[in-house]
């Protein structure tokens, strides 16, 4: 295989280091000396048997003291804490989508924010039984806007996406007890069945993380993508580039850093303003150049090409290049660590939300009212700062490489249309990927999602587990942190293909498309569920039935948790490389990871493997495994 094309781990540490050696020179603090701060971590913590959810704790669980003082065992406080950490999760995607939802509702013909996709738009309302004839679009958006927050505090039924899913999954659900109704109640029951004196039943605990996270994935992070799609269009392949050779020497490097497409869409939208051009040009620099990290890098990737500075852990990569103007950042995943680093250089630290106010940031808030304002008067503060950079600190790693981006489920069923002769209805067919899957020429796929998290070499296991798998003409379709290492490393280039196995490359080729399709945020792996509820439909098959399976390396994050609840809870097996504080009881470990729990109640469970190989090996099986059941 040809491997030697990509940008390679030891060029991205080598240049990690030589941007650490700037820091020194400053003063800076960085995570991987934080890490060794923190290192060894509690054991407790590790295993989820310490519980301070009230005061007559904190309670410890050891062999000596096996019961906390109200009597709660290991398992009891090991699920009470799998549950919150859930609950976290479910929270924080689902106000994001909440949040567009407000976004959507301000909407209108001459405002800052407009319909631009005026067909995703109809068909929600079609779904949710909205008048749409004879109406103005503005006034269809309001309606739909409206449905969707009532989503989150309706007092009776169940989540009107439910009804997207494949009716076994729905059954499997109603079966179990774990149907999601309102998004907010899940959280809130989370809350409360996790305060003292009320569940410490294992089975309870972890049949409501699945509730909690399917209220996340097929609720709030659901309506985040499609919301986010209506306001700002649906995503279709478009070329950029990405790593932190994307940064401009002569020009104002703004970063966007975050979740939330309103604040980013503006940013980019107000950097090609001439007037804000001609500022930049004013104070000496060639242009304004936008670059990304972490989620909201993939939002305005897959919709503008705006190019991908880098992923979590590159987040103060970019303030250490000594070129970037400001960071800019919304919610979510931001290291509060940017405020004194950027202190050490000319960089502005620009908070925007009222949810993530840091220290040593300059907090400029953004609302859907004063969009358009605040946009400019951040892009201005960064023009006006690129006087102030010291040449001696800029180092820009040479490292950068194509990607192409932009794989909604809508633009995937396009790529497919284009290379088939079979029945296509207006909606498109996932048929000839499906038969691509039965006659072996693909093996299967690999929903790769999730982090960096400093216990991993950083990006390590996301890239040597693709290339391993697209080498086994596995296809492997990715979104977060997870797709920023595959575009870093070269992955997402059309030319990634003479990397794969000879079934996956002839598909890549005929197809037009690279081995690891990027589909988004963290938010957009609810397009990843509408994916396999379609090849199911389309297949005449269960979910669970798919050779497919989730897998997130890195993970870190209480949101990625929830997700893998959802994604369990949908019926696809799920790979992690980070222990999600549980190993201090075996009776979660059996309901997560055994055959009595999830497996039996929603056809699906995790495997917990810190072994690469082993880990990807055991994926290949699983979906050797499912090809073996389906006798293709
Ligand atoms: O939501 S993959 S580090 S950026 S949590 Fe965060 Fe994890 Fe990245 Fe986006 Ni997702
Ligand atoms: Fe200790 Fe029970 Fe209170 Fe938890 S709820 S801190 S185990 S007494």
């Not at 295993?47 to 050891?62: A, E, N």
């Not at 806007?145 to 989150?152: D, N, V």
């Not at 799609?229 to 995503?235: A, E, S």
């Not at 990607?403 to 995937?412: D, F, K, L, N, T």
Request: hydrophobic share 40%; aromatic share 6%.
């Amino acid at each position: 295989m040809n491997f030697e094309k990509l940008i390679s781990i030891e060029q991205m540490e080598a240049a990690t280091n030589s941007l650490l050696e700037t820091g020194a020179k400053v003063g800076a603090d960085s995570w991987q000396q934080r890490v060794e701060n923190q290192t060894p971590h509690c054991k407790f913590g590790e295993q989820g048997i310490c519980c301070r959810i009230c005061s007559m704790g904190p309670c410890r669980i050891t062999p000596k003291s096996p019961r906390g003082i109200c009597g709660c065992d290991a398992h009891g406080i090991v699920a009470r804490n799998y549950l919150r950490f859930t609950a976290g999760g479910s929270a924080t995607h689902s106000d994001h989508g909440r949040s567009i939802a407000h976004t959507l509702y301000q909407a209108s013909a001459d405002g800052a924010y407009q319909v631009k996709d005026p067909d995703k738009l109809l068909k929600i309302a079609g779904e949710w039984g909205i008048k749409t004839e004879g109406r103005d679009i503005y006034d269809v958006a309001h309606e739909v806007a409206e449905t969707g927050l009532m989503e989150y505090g309706k007092p009776f039924g169940n989540l009107r996406f439910l009804d997207r899913a494949p009716k076994h999954t729905q059954e499997l659900w109603d079966k179990a007890g774990i149907a999601p109704r309102a998004i907010d109640r899940e959280v809130s029951q989370a809350l409360h069945m996790t305060h003292m004196g009320c569940s410490s039943l294992p089975e309870a605990l972890i049949k409501h993380s699945l509730r909690a996270g399917l209220s996340d994935g097929w609720g709030g992070s659901m309506m985040g993508t499609e919301f986010s799609d209506v306001l700002f269009g649906t995503p279709k392949p478009i070329d950029t580039q990405a790593n932190l050779g994307v940064m401009e020497k002569d020009m104002v490097n703004i970063i966007v850093h975050g979740h939330d497409p309103s604040l980013s869409e503006m940013i980019v939208f107000y950097a090609q303003d001439p007037e804000m051009i001609a500022l930049a040009k004013a104070n000496g620099a060639k242009g304004i150049n936008i670059a990304g990290v972490c989620c909201t890098s993939n939002e305005v990737a897959m919709r503008h090409g705006i190019p991908m500075a880098g992923n979590f852990l590159q987040q103060e990569n970019v303030v250490l290049t000594g070129a970037c103007e400001a960071i800019v950042v919304d919610v979510q995943c931001i290291f509060p660590a940017l405020g004194p680093l950027s202190k050490c250089f000319h960089t502005k630290f620009i908070t925007t939300s009222p949810i993530a106010r840091m220290p040593d940031s300059d907090f400029i808030e953004f609302s859907d009212e004063t969009a358009a304002e605040k946009a400019k008067e951040i892009v201005k503060l960064a023009c006006e700062n690129f006087k102030n950079r010291n040449p001696d600190l800029v180092n820009i790693p040479d490292l950068k490489a194509n990607a192409r981006v932009g794989y909604s489920v809508e633009a995937i069923k396009k790529c497919l249309d284009g290379v088939t002769n079979s029945h296509v209805d207006e909606l498109g067919t996932m048929m000839p990927l499906v038969d691509a899957v039965k006659s072996g020429v693909i093996r299967g796929a690999v929903a790769m999602v999730g982090c960096n998290n400093p216990k991993v070499r950083a990006d390590y296991s996301h890239i040597e587990l693709m290339k391993k798998l697209i080498e086994n003409d596995i296809i492997v379709i990715v979104s977060g942190c997870s797709a920023q290492a595959a575009a870093k490393a070269g992955l997402m280039d059309l030319e990634a293909k003479d990397c794969c196995g000879e079934g996956l490359r002839r598909v890549c080729e005929l197809v037009g498309i690279p081995p690891i399709l990027h589909m988004g945020s963290c938010v957009d792996i609810s397009r990843m569920m509408i994916l396999a509820t379609d090849i199911a439909n389309d297949w005449g098959i269960n979910i669970s039935q798919i050779p497919l399976v989730g897998c997130a390396p890195e993970w870190m994050s209480e949101k990625a948790v929830s997700i893998g609840n959802y994604v369990v809870a949908t019926g696809i097996d799920t790979f992690l490389g980070v222990e999600p504080f549980c190993e201090g009881s075996e009776e979660v470990i059996e309901l997560l990871r055994g055959e009595s729990g999830t497996k039996q109640w929603v056809e699906a469970n995790f495997t917990v493997e810190k072994d690469l190989d082993k880990m990807c090996d055991l994926m290949i099986e699983t979906i050797e495994k499912k090809r073996a059941a389906l006798n293709i």
